[in-house]
T-cell receptor
Framework: GAGVSQTPSNKVTEKGKYVELRCDPI?????LYWYRQSLGQGPEFLIY????????DSGLPNDRFFAVRPEGSVSTLKIQRTERGDSAVYLC????????????FGEGSRLTVL | AQSVTQLDSQVPVFEEAPVELRCNYS??????LFWYVQYPNQGLQLLLKYLSGSTLVESINGFEAEFNKSQTSFHLRKPSVHISDTAEYFC?????????FGTGTRLQVFP
């Protein structure tokens, strides 16, 4: 597709459940980022992939959060044992490389944990 | 680690008035600076960026920002705003391999 695609756009789940959020980056972009945006806040960095490997996962809040990018394209953010505090918009972005200076964002996946 | 401060959470302004959205970053040897905009019900998109060279950078829709190293600022300005400029604006700074964003400024333009 022309832009970064994220699915689902909305996800409502119950506390304690497992959630997967998917990101399909712009074709050819080697760098992929996950951010989290809570109400009234700016995007908060979670993890960065260069190709298939996680080059920087310093923003993952705890071990309930995990992300993969097995073929260097589509990425999945996985959240185990969800908590109400995980409710946020999860943003995915891609770029042709960290030196490129511009991230292209998807519209986000809004996660609500009841 | 880098950090960004956006001093104003909301800026109300009348149409055709000038506006300035403030951004300060933590000091570093060299930085790349960005302004992103988020229109209602849309994703974040790049408005303008400073990588090197001229300290004054401009966007295609009339916004400009000036990199001021001595004041560690990258304020966003527009001499005359439109209703369509109503959006959330985020300042961001590069930190190694990622961008660090500020908390955002909501620009509300009234007729």
């Amino acid at each position: 597709g022309a832009g970064v695609s994220q699915t689902p756009s909305n996800k409502v789940t119950e506390k304690g459940k497992y959630v997967e959020l998917r990101c399909d980056p712009i074709s050819g972009h080697t760098a992929l980022y996950w951010y989290r945006q809570s109400l009234g806040q700016g995007p908060e960095f979670l993890i960065y992939f260069q190709g298939t490997g996680a080059a920087d996962d310093s923003g993952l809040p705890n071990d309930r959060f995990f992300a993969v990018r097995p073929e260097g394209s589509v990425s999945t953010l996985k959240i185990q044992r969800t908590e109400r505090g995980d409710s946020a918009v999860y943003l995915c972005a891609s770029s042709s490389g960290p030196e490129a200076g511009e991230l292209f964002f998807g519209e986000g996946s809004r996660l609500t944990v009841l | 680690a880098q950090s960004v401060t956006q001093l104003d959470s909301q800026v109300p302004v009348f149409e055709e008035a000038p506006v300035e959205l403030r951004c300060n970053y933590s000091s570093s040897v060299s930085v790349y600076l960005f302004w992103y905009v988020q229109y209602p019900n849309q994703g974040l998109q790049l408005l303008l960026k400073y990588l090197s060279g001229s300290t004054l950078v401009e966007s295609i829709n009339g916004f400009e920002a000036e990199f001021n190293k001595s004041q560690t600022s990258f304020h966003l300005r527009k001499p005359s705003v439109h209703i369509s400029d109503t959006a959330e604006y985020f300042c961001a700074v590069s930190d190694t391999d990622k961008l660090i964003f500020g908390t955002g400024t909501r620009l509300q333009v009234f007729p």
